[in-house]
């Protein structure tokens, strides 16, 4: 008996673990504006088509590789076509340093 409620308790402790509400605002606010709200990157190349559906007629002005508490990040820099530059953050934690 006290196997089962164990076994309850923690069945209950998963599930609420996996309603926490960060996981939410991950998914929603990810829109690369800063280091918290970056975009996760599975490669480069999908840095770059996520930049060509946001920002089409945008010029790439650069890309560097930035670390922030210990993570790596690309930082896409582009201008819009009226002159403003704006900045795309990606975490690039999945591919970064795997190998090719």
């Not at 896409?76 to 900045?87: D, M, T």
């Amino acid at each position: 008996m006290k196997e089962i409620k164990k076994i309850g308790l923690i069945v209950c402790l998963i599930i609420m673990a996996s309603c926490s509400s960060t996981k939410n605002i991950g998914n929603v606010q990810r829109d690369g504006s800063s280091f918290e709200k970056a975009i996760i990157a599975n490669s480069i190349s999908s840095e770059y088509e996520y930049v060509r559906k946001v920002c089409s007629d945008c010029q790439l002005l650069g890309q560097s590789l930035v670390f922030e508490k210990k993570k790596p990040y690309d930082i896409l820099k582009l201008k819009k076509p009226n002159g403003e530059e704006v900045s795309y953050y990606f975490d690039i934690s999945k591919f970064y340093g795997k190998g090719f």
